[in-house]
Structures are given as C-alpha cells and as structure tokens.
C-alpha cells in the first residue's frame, strides 16, 4: 500500500487527507473512497479533463501516461509538467502527494 497525502482544497478537501491506498486503484477511486468528492464528469472514461490533479510528489513512480491521457490534459486548467487524470493515473509502491487544482473546466458541475 501507498500513502496518499491530499493537499488542503478549500471546496473537496479543505483540511487535507492522509490515507492508504493499494497498489493499481487510480488516484480517483482512492480519492472517492476517502469521501474527497473529485469531479470525473466522463465517469472515469478518460474522454474529460473534471480528474485532472498535480502529483506534488511521487509522480516518477506512476506509469507513464497514454497518448489519449496526454491530448485530453493538453485541455486542463493549470497544467502543470507533473499533471495527470486521476482516472488514469493507477497508485504503485510508492507514497504520493497530490493537488487537486482549484478549477476544472466542467461547464455544468452539479450543485453549484
């Protein structure tokens, strides 16, 4: 297992998290099973930008990402090199801090 820390977000996260999360789940449905409600407007397809999060540290122990992911982060608010979609990006051995950007690009975000 690996240790997920989440910066402070002031809407999802506002004090931040420290959690475990096994090996191979995506950053996305380790952050959803800690209640950080991160928007994947796509349903984890890979065909939105709504995940998208910046690895702080521990990003060279994700798999590199596929062409798909790469075009469709190209579209992300904030990018950053160290950019990734949560639903994509899969948890490895070892610990991980990530930041889930202030703002995506989802034009009708429920509740709001």
Known sequence: MAQIIVLPHVELCP????????????ICDALLSQGINIEHA??????CTTCHVVVREGFNSLEEAEEK???????????????????????????????????TINHAKEGH
């Open 69 to 103: 992911e790469e075009d469709l982060l190209d579209k992300a608010w904030g990018l950053e090199p160290n950019s990734r979609l949560s639903c994509q990006a899969l948890v490895a051995d070892a610990d991980l801090t990530v930041e889930i950007p202030k703002y």
């Open 15 to 26: 004090e931040g998290a420290v959690f475990e999360a096994p090996q191979g789940t995506s």
């Open 42 to 47: 796509c349903e984890k397809s890979c065909a």
